[in-house]
């Protein structure tokens, strides 16, 4: 599902100022894992989930996501990749103006799902991430949790093979930081592979999945039921 082999992402010009953020790392996620990236800021996480989305490429090494070889990828096919990705960012990137099924219903406008399919559609993904009945409510009507929530039904309502939570719970209190993970565990259930980075010790320490550690670049550890301290 996720491949990558000895991938190297270099910044800077020249060969004397140039720096890598990740340095030949390898990981191998199978289909419907549930996997955690965790480790300190500026050690590589950010950059890893940009490769993944091609919003970056590397420098050295191989991806391949799905089957999908990221060397043969044209630049036309980019957005088809992108619709097996979904992603959830720590500061939700919702439309203020749009309620909540307007948000969630958006997702599937802009790649020309009909108005009928949406319909039968969003109510189905609301109901999953447990939003039913707050269909009207616009985001300022909505806690933190509620919004990130909102923010998750987007990434998945075109039905991804892959879902990229970073930092889903960052700036949620730690109810609504757990509503939020008890989505991911439930949409991983349903046979979506989940790659969640987070910097909290508890959510990482309780869910008892396997943690990828990122440090300088390169992978420290990569255990099932690991403990982390931030």
């Known amino acids: ?3 990558l082999d000895r991938v190297t992402k270099t910044y800077g010009k020249t060969k004397d100022d140039a720096t890598p953020s990740l340095d030949r790392i390898s990981i191998h996620v199978e289909p419907k894992e549930f996997v955690i990236v965790v480790g300190q800021s500026g ?7 940009k490769l993944l989305t091609r919003e970056e490429r590397p420098t050295s090494g191989k991806i391949i996501i799905g089957g999908i070889d990221y060397d043969k990828l044209k630049d036309k096919d980019i957005p088809l990749l992108r619709r097996k990705i979904g992603v959830v960012f720590q500061d939700f990137k919702l439309l203020p103006n749009k309620n909540v099924f307007e948000n969630v219903a958006f997702a599937l406008e802009i790649v020309g799902v009909s108005n009928r399919e949406i319909k039968h559609t969003v109510p189905k993904v609301l109901d999953i991430v447990n939003l039913k009945g707050k269909e009207k409510r616009m985001p300022r009507e909505l806690s933190g949790g509620e919004r990130q929530r909102v923010a998750i039904a987007r990434a998945i309502v075109r039905q991804p093979r892959i879902l990229i939570a970073d930092e889903p719970t960052g700036n949620l209190d730690p109810k609504h930081a757990w509503d939020v993970i008890k989505v991911l565990e439930k949409i991983n259930r349903y046979g979506t592979t989940v790659l969640l980075t ?7 320490n309780k869910l008892k999945r396997r943690v990828i550690t990122i440090h300088g670049g390169k992978v420290a550890s990569d255990r099932a039921n690991a403990k982390y301290k931030a």
């Open 1 to 3: 599902m996720i491949l």
């Open 43 to 49: 050690a590589g996480k950010t950059t890893l989930l």
């Open 198 to 204: 987070t910097h909290n010790e508890e959510i990482v």
